[in-house]
């Protein structure tokens, strides 16, 4: 097993997160939305894992290339 951080494409906020640490996903699967110039950005799981942490919360706001989860596959 290896651990794959997943980073913000974008600067922005947390606007919503929609998985929980220790849930199982698959690859595409929205694991929080951002928002940023008034846009909505998922935040998807790059491939099948289970979430092993949330570094941030909602409403936090985040620089391009910060560590949002990491995932364990």
Known sequence: MSDI???AEIAGSIW???KAVGETVVE???LMI???MKME???LAPEKGTIK???VGEGDT???GAVLVTLTV
């Open 41 to 43: 950005i998922p935040v």
């Open 28 to 30: 595409d699967d929205k």
């Open 16 to 18: 919503k997160i929609l």
């Open 5 to 7: 951080p997943i980073k």
């Open 53 to 55: 942490e949330i570094l």
């Open 62 to 64: 985040v620089e391009e």
């Open 34 to 36: 951002m928002e940023s």
